[in-house]
């Protein structure tokens, strides 16, 4: 019988979120208490137990282990995150023997072995990884991956487990090296790792457990994000490493298939910190049992945080309400706004007070980017969740196509500045300078508007499809498009179009000369099959002439004109379908 | 494909037919038969959390846990009904 019980509460240890130069030393103070990690397994029982006492101790002999491989300094280590003690033990390891540790995926979909493996691969290759481990689950992916990469070892954790210590000192990443790299969830055909300093992800982390959290000894966190995500990577290890408290993990394919059990984990370890994706709670409310209802007490859950995403206010609303026999507290959720350039967080709306929705007029917004606040509901108006005001060490600015600063309530594009902002993307100038200006100012790419100063995120980054919290860059679904025969290279458009409320649907234009109707019906099904296998998603294709898209005088492909054509293109369709049927009601 | 396989590969396109009634999932084969060559990748437009939750009642099932490297190479339902075949086997 299971005999192992999880970490405490913090009894013991005072509060520290600051003094520390690196991660190791904030890893150090916290193993001075008695809290830690608790990993619960795919039926929701706790299978194992690693307190930061031992993290650190295990972490130190592996550190020796690693270090007997004579790598330099800052060589980077690639660890395929899967929601295990392992990955622990190899990222802090890193940290000691002063490597750079790497989170690759660990979620594969139904018949992608190829897409995984490629995308692994290519993340490799864009870190120049030393080092790669994998759990026993995905060894084979990972030996596979490295094929023909100039790696030093890439092995399971036994095989390192079983390297000789090395008696070197150890030379831990001091406060202006790299803590990670963090690899954003956008473009896979072009990874991108931001290199996150070991002074920016301690400005954040700090800012985050003070003024975001407000943490205390009696917090508990609970999560189900995985850790090569910034929010289950930081929010998730690292702010608990930081405020010395206790974190309950299932894994993220156990969520996908028993979502009830998050839940279930919460109440009987009296969770009072967890977050997710809208589309997390949505899937959660959908799968709950009346009976499981009662049963649960969500009463400590004071922090229900909600980004990755614009956030969507009605399926939140109905979570609280289904869950409101639970002691589910709808002022518990917090709508928070960030990214992995800067770490994790950079705004929290005010703790306790529940989502803030500022309703405007939907056709002004649309025609001048003024959101001007309207009475009632419907078509007329759009709603819009308050991100809440800036942590303290960031400024923004809401600047228009020109660059020129705006008002309150005007959209525009979301400048930060800031404590945790990034050095750049590793290796990466060209993508760097995109982004970053000399005077330290990063262009999110995200949309918004202020009110005092409070941000509104309308939408994420311009261009990026959003579908069920996974980030999709249009530019690789055109790639994998341009890959069908019969497609001409540089006549594809991606974009997504609305589907219901809040719900989005990809969309790809084609180009292609091919009249033979068996033969369009095969690129249609090729491109569909290739986006399905690569992403997981279904795309809605339509083909049009070749020379019809539209592109700008560069000859840069437009892709919101393309979806503008697209949309009138399907009005159009559905007023002839409709005429018709009117015609065919017709007496003859 | 073995009478054993090929009576999992019907117990399996029921169990589908039966999710996708369930669930709504709007699919170009909502109308037509699921057979064992049925490629559940490309022509039933599943995301991938709705993929998850049917695996789970194939699991509960057939009391056996599909692993990862096996998910990624299934794309039919006669695919799927080989793992369970080789669970069940073990």
């Not at chain 1, 307190?51 to 980077?76: I, P, W």
């Not at chain 1, 000691?96 to 290759?125: D, E, F, T």
């Not at chain 1, 999560?223 to 702010?239: A, E, K, N, Q, R």
Request: aromatic fraction near 8%.
């Amino acid at each position: 019988m299971n005999s192992i019980k999880p970490t405490s509460v913090n009894k013991t240890l005072p509060v520290k979120f600051t003094g520390y130069s690196n991660l190791v030393e904030a890893l150090e103070y916290a193993a001075r208490g008695d809290t830690g990690f608790n990993f619960y397994d795919g039926r929701g029982r706790l299978s194992s137990v690693l307190s930061y006492t031992d993290l650190r101790d295990q972490a130190r002999v592996l550190a020796r282990r690693l270090l007997s491989l004579g790598c330099e300094h800052g060589a980077r280590v690639g660890i395929i995150a899967e929601t295990e003690p392992m990955f622990h033990r190899f990222f802090f390891a890193c940290q000691y023997a002063g490597l750079i540790p790497v989170a690759l995926p660990a979620g594969i979909q139904l018949g992608a072995h190829g897409a995984y493996v490629s995308q692994v691969r290519r993340m490799l290759k864009s870190c120049g990884a030393s080092i790669v481990v994998a759990p026993d689950t995905h060894a084979n992916f990972m030996q596979e991956a490295v094929q023909g990469l100039d790696l030093l070892v890439a092995g399971k954790q036994e095989d390192f487990d079983a390297l000789p210590q090395s008696d070197k000192d150890f030379v831990a990443l001091s406060t202006d090296e790299s803590a990670y790299l963090q690899y954003t969830s956008g473009s896979t055909s072009f990874p991108r790792g931001v290199e996150v300093t070991q002074k920016t992800v301690l400005n954040n982390l700090r800012e985050i457990a003070r003024y975001g959290l407000k943490l205390d000894t009696h917090d508990r966190f609970v999560s189900w994000l995985p850790f090569y995500h910034d929010m289950g990577l930081v929010g998730f290890i690292l702010v608990p490493l930081i405020s010395q408290l206790s974190v309950d993990y299932l894994g993220s394919r156990t969520f996908a298939m028993r979502p009830r059990l998050w839940l279930k984990i919460l109440s009987e370890n009296g969770g009072t910190i967890s977050s997710a994706p809208t589309f997390g709670y949505a899937l959660c409310a959908k799968r709950l049992r009346p009976s499981d209802i009662e049963t649960y007490d969500l009463s400590k859950w004071r922090a229900a945080c909600v980004g990755a995403e614009r956030i969507n206010p009605e399926p939140l609303q109905t979570f609280a309400d289904i869950l409101q026999p639970s002691g589910f507290d709808r002022n518990a959720f917090v709508a928070c706004y960030g990214m992995a350039e800067c770490v994790l967080a950079t705004s929290f709306a005010p703790l306790g007070e529940g989502l803030g929705i500022d309703v405007v007029d939907r056709q002004l917004m649309a025609d001048t980017g003024e959101a001007r606040p309207a009475d009632g509901d419907g078509a007329s108006v759009s709603a819009y969740v308050d991100c809440g005001k800036l942590l303290p060490g960031f400024e923004f600015a809401i600047l228009d196509k020109n660059g020129n600063k705006l008002n309150d309530r005007n959209c525009g594009e979301i400048h930060l500045k800031g404590s945790s902002v990034m050095r750049g993307y590793f290796k990466d100038e060209q993508s760097t300078r995109k982004v970053l200006s000399d005077d330290g100012w990063l262009n999110t790419g995200d949309i918004g508007y202020s009110i005092g100063n409070h941000l509104v995120i309308t939408s994420r980054s311009k261009d990026v499809i959003i579908i069920k919290g996974r980030n999709i860059w249009p530019y690789d679904l055109e790639v994998l498009a341009q890959q069908t025969i019969g497609v001409k290279l540089g006549g594809v458009a991606a974009f997504s179009i609305g589907l219901g409320a809040h719900e989005e649907q990809a969309v790809l234009v084609v180009e292609t000369k091919e009249k033979d109707q068996d033969k369009r019906l095969h690129i249609i099904e090729e491109i569909g099959k290739s986006v399905h296998e690569h992403f997981g998603i279904n795309v809605l294709i339509d083909l049009t002439p070749r020379g019809t898209l539209p592109r700008t005088s560069s000859g840069k492909l437009s892709r919101s004109q393309s979806k503008q054509d697209y949309l009138a293109r399907k009005t159009l369709e559905h007023v002839e379908k409709s005429a018709i049927r009117v015609v065919d009601k017709q007496p003859a | 494909m073995n009478s054993s396989t090929e009576s999992i590969s019907d117990q399996l396109a029921e169990l589908l037919t039966q999710y996708l009634k369930q669930n709504w999932v709007k699919s170009p084969l909502s109308n037509k038969l699921i057979t064992a060559s049925t490629n559940m990748v490309t022509e039933l437009q599943l995301d991938s959390f709705q993929v998850m939750e049917y695996m789970l009642e194939v699991e509960d099932h057939f009391d056996i846990t599909v692993d990862l490297e096996s998910l990624s190479n299934i794309h039919t339902i006669e695919d799927l009904a080989g793992v369970v075949a080789a669970a069940h086997q073990e």
